[in-house]
């Protein structure tokens, strides 16, 4: 069974960091394109980051752009995002997604990734 584990979620204060991470298990992912969206209270799931299979090609939405970073470690099976600078407004429910071609690039369209995470808290006190 395939499944995605994100953690590293939690409470922190505004300006303050977190790194969440992502660990893939039951089939490895790392000629996957993954990305990490997020979803606050009463609002539609959004996209934060992708990265490309190689990890070469990231992009990000324009309200993290400079403050979040997207990584991966193929050999871990895992993809990172440390979150720099948070923002009360950064306060959500984050989840990592994988694409289920191989060889692609990051998307941000949910509709593009087949696989989710559970999904991990994040919290930022003002």
């Known amino acids: 069974q395939v499944q995605l584990v994100e953690s590293g979620g939690g409470l922190v204060q505004a300006g303050g960091s977190l790194r969440l991470s992502c660990a893939a298990s039951?089939?490895?992912?790392?000629?996957?394109?993954m990305g990490w969206f997020r979803q606050a209270p009463g609002k539609e799931r959004e996209f934060v980051a992708a990265i490309n299979w190689s990890g070469s090609s990231t992009n990000y939405a324009d309200s993290v752009k400079g403050r979040f970073v997207i990584s991966r470690d193929n050999a871990k099976n895992t993809v990172y995002l440390q979150m720099n600078s948070l923002k009360p407004e950064d306060t959500a429910v984050y989840y990592c997604?994988?694409?289920?071609?191989?060889?692609?690039?990051?998307?941000?369209?949910?509709?593009?990734?087949?696989?989710w995470g559970q999904g991990t808290q994040v919290t930022v006190s003002s």
């Open positions: 039951g089939r490895t992912f790392r000629s996957n394109a």
């Open positions: 997604a994988a694409r289920p071609r191989i060889y692609g690039t990051g998307s941000a369209q949910l509709r593009d990734y087949d696989y």
